[in-house]
């Protein structure tokens, strides 16, 4: 069965950074695209950051281009994210998640929160 | 940026009974069309990728269809566990978008 966990999120202040960090298991994790998807409090889905399997393919929300940088470490099936210059607007449950044929999201980790307040 | 607009915001209906929801596209996404399922304080689920094709594991109560700009996601009889909130998403152009979501609830 995949297995995605989430760690690393938390309360941190406005521009300030934070890392987060997935576990993959269950599949061969080089081998796929992943990405982070995140949800605000009580909102919708907002695609955040696309990266593929050999790391070579990235691709980023406008509303994080520049600021946040996704990676992954195969030799670990880890993916993180980068988060720096944080925002107020950034809040929310921060998702990876196992992409499919690059188009959509066929497995997801329990999500980790992400709060960006003073 | 490709808009996608879920109707509608909420579909109130009984156990049993047919859920129709649509996604409209701003522009063709042609089937590159997925829906999800999620419900309170758990993460998305995929139900149906390409418009029409089901994810492992999904009842064939669920189908999708369309292509080009309108989609459908059908729950041909609803199971009390098929209450929840319903997503779309495209998958034809950078960014990634979401559609607002339709709640799928109790009458």
């Known amino acids: 069965d995949v297995q995605l966990l989430e760690s690393g999120g938390g309360l941190v202040q406005p521009g300030g950074s934070l890392r987060l960090t997935c576990a993959a298991s269950?599949?061969?994790?080089?081998?796929?695209?992943m990405s982070w998807v995140r949800q605000a409090p009580g909102k919708g889905l907002e695609w955040v950051s696309t990266l593929s399997g050999g790391s070579s393919t990235t691709y980023y929300a406008d509303s994080v281009k520049g600021r946040f940088t996704i990676s992954r470490d195969n030799s670990e099936n880890t993916l993180y994210l980068q988060m720096n210059s944080l925002r107020a607007e950034d809040t929310a449950v921060y998702y990876c998640?196992?992409?499919?044929?690059?188009?959509?999201?066929?497995?997801w980790g329990q999500g980790i929160l992400v709060t960006v307040s003073s | 940026e490709i808009v996608l607009t879920q109707s509608p915001a909420t579909l109130s209906l009984s156990p049993g009974e047919r859920a129709t929801l649509s996604c409209r596209a701003s522009?063709?996404?042609?089937?590159?069309l997925a829906w999800y399922q999620q419900k309170p304080g758990q993460a998305p689920r995929l139900l149906i990728y390409?418009?029409?094709n089901r994810a492992t594991g999904i009842p064939a109560r669920f189908s999708g269809g369309g292509s080009g700009t309108d989609f459908t996601l059908t729950i041909s009889s609803l199971e009390p566990e098929d209450f929840a909130v319903y997503f779309c998403?495209?998958?034809?152009?950078?960014?990634?978008?979401f559609g607002g979501g339709t709640k799928v609830e109790i009458k």
């Open positions: 998640a196992k992409v499919l044929l690059w188009r959509s999201f066929d497995s």
């Open positions: 522009q063709s996404v042609s089937d590159s």
């Open positions: 998403q495209q998958g034809s152009s950078w960014p990634l978008t």
């Open positions: 390409d418009a029409s």
């Open positions: 269950g599949f061969t994790f080089s081998n796929y695209v």
